[in-house]
């Protein structure tokens, strides 16, 4: 059974950085995808930034500020915006799993 697990979650003040990492175990297949998502309270999960083959793309909130490469996301220049539960979605074959979320939290 695959599972994903997100760390790297924490508090960090206004302008600073984090870096978040995804870790795969259990899969007997190839991770073709993943990609980062985020929840704030009382809102919608979000896509954030994912890559899928050669190809990354990002949220146009974290745009020049997020990085994402392999299995981390860099996160630059952050706001209280940020703040939020962070998720790890990956498709293996054409199946996804989610991790459990890890929180980040973005205040002075």
């Known amino acids: 059974q695959v599972q994903v697990l997100e760390s790297g979650g924490g508090l960090v003040q206004p302008g600073g950085s984090l870096r978040l990492s995804c870790s795969v175990s259990?899969?007997?297949?190839?991770?073709?995808?993943m990609g980062w998502y985020r929840q704030a309270p009382g809102n919608q999960r979000e896509l954030v930034a994912w890559?899928?083959?050669?190809?990354t793309n990002y949220a146009d909130s974290v745009r020049g500020r997020f990085t994402i490469s392999g299995n981390n996301l860099e996160m630059n220049k952050m706001t209280p915006e940020d703040t939020a539960v962070y998720y790890c979605?990956?498709?293996?074959?054409?199946?996804?799993?989610w991790g459990q979320g890890t929180q980040v939290t973005v205040s002075s």
């Open positions: 979605n990956v498709r293996v074959g054409w199946s996804r799993f």
């Open positions: 259990g899969s007997t297949g190839r991770i073709n995808a």
């Open positions: 890559w899928s083959g050669g190809t």
